[in-house]
């Protein structure tokens, strides 16, 4: 009898084991910061001496730090275009900033499919706050049409620049702030990281995605004066200089302490992770919920801005609207309880675009056709990764430009939209990662094949014409 019993309990014990193993886990969390115009070299773990980031440098401790990570384009718009799609700006819907009246900017089309899209279908609640860029509320690229359940904060880019705007969105709504209008009441970056909080600290029966593109540091430069603004004045013994108008024209421009401003804005994204970690925390979200953080393109040098005084760029060549590293070599720094080894260090080649995949290998979703990403889930984890053939940037500014990174060779091209047949300049990244010296004359064969790669990569679209022939 005695033995019946054991093995009764024994048959009970299997079976219940089999039914944990069977259980299917949970689709993780996936927490996603975008940082505005915020350069290499801004942070503390990359090298940033006169700012302290010390919530960021954490975040770095407790995961994975990417040493050459790319942003989508070297400006705004296109960067986030590259991101939501999966695709570089050879091949994504919106290459450039272009500003509609009388607000917003070129939507994307109706036929884009974005990861949000994606996620939602997987089960995903999805949330966006902060700035968009990529089409006016109703448009074909209303954030609610491109896969986010709730949205708030700027439609558009430009209206962003004022910190102290007389309105926000919240989805189809329009937020009054027009107490801005007297005085310098409701800082909109609090406004939009409020809502992220709430986001995260509220029930959700369903895995989350939050979109978090926060405008800071972004031009132009002001912020509100409080103890940690104070603390920068007295630490660069910063004297006033004369305010310029700002970005508005007439109440907004940046401080009159610049270099103060910019460091607490910097300081105050930093606060913000911090809040969001600890957030995570107690909802004991850790294990299941991965955090990324980067930037859209590098530093600018804006009503406000500037990238010298804080070497911003981390010692690379170039900021904002420049394709050298310094303008798209960007901070990434992603973290999850379980997956992510502590204090790891990736120095492999990846890009914003690579997000779509991972996000979707994260969501246990079928991988898409005809985007450009790979998934670095493996680099996350400290495993072998896959490893793209090139990548490939363009700007339509400035004369238009091109970039190709392929291996250690790094090839950018000038005036693309005013001179057809302009040289290449070719740098050894391995050899020369400030890109000092064009060596394209000592290697022709390898500025053919940066050539074939550029004609390969730019995909002509009549709404984004590069080349002089179009």
Known sequence: ???????????????????VAQKPQKKPNI?????????????????QQKIETRNLEKLAKMGVKFTQFYAGSTVCAPSRSSFLTGQHTGHTAIRGNKTLQPEGQVPLPDSVITVAMLLQKSGYETAAFGKWSLGFITSSGDPQKKGFDEFYGYNCQTLAHNYYPDHLWHNHNRID??????????????????????????????????????????????????????????????????????????????????????????????????????????????ENTLIIFTSDNGPHKENGGDPDFFNSNGGLRGIKRDLYEGGIRVPF???????????????????????????????????????????????????????????????????????????????????????????????????????????????????RQIEALMKEAYVPNKDWPLMPSE
Do not use: C
């Open 31 to 47: 927490i996603f910061i975008l940082a505005d115009d915020l350069g290499y070299g801004d942070i503390g773990p990359y090298g």
């Open 177 to 286: 702030l027009s107490g801005n209008l007297k005085k310098d009441a409701a800082y909109s970056a609090d406004l939009i990281h409020e809502q992220a909080m709430n986001f995260i600290k509220a029930k959700h029966n369903k895995p989350f995605f939050l979109y978090l593109p926060y405008t800071l540091p972004h031009a132009d430069v002001i912020v509100p004066h409080d103890a940690v603004y104070d603390y920068y004045v007295k630490k660069f013994n910063e004297a006033a200089v004369p305010t310029l108008k700002g970005n508005d024209g007439e109440k907004h421009h940046y401080d009159a302490h610049p270099h103060a401003a910019f460091a607490a804005m910097v300081a105050r994204l930093d606060k913000f992770v911090g809040e969001i970690i600890n957030a995570v925390k107690e909802k004991r979200l850790q």
């Open 1 to 19: 009898m005695k033995q019946f019993i054991i093995w009764g309990v024994l048959l009970v014990l299997l079976h219940a084991n089999k039914a």
């Open 333 to 447: 720094i992603a973290y999850q309880k379980g997956v992510t080894k502590a204090g790891t260090i990736n120095t492999e080649p990846a890009a914003l675009w690579d997000l779509l995949p991972t996000f979707l290998q994260q969501a246990g979703a079928a991988p898409t056709k005809n985007i450009d990403g790979i998934s670095i889930m493996p680099a996350l984890k400290g495993e072998k990764q896959k490893l793209h053939d090139y990548f490939y940037w363009e700007l339509h500014e400035a004369g238009g430009k091109q970039a190709v990174r392929m291996g250690e060779w790094k090839g950018v091209k000038l005036n693309v939209s005013k001179t057809p047949s302009p040289p290449i300049e070719l740098y050894n990244l391995k050899t020369d990662p400030q890109e000092k010296t064009n060596v394209a004359a000592q290697h022709p064969g390898v500025v």
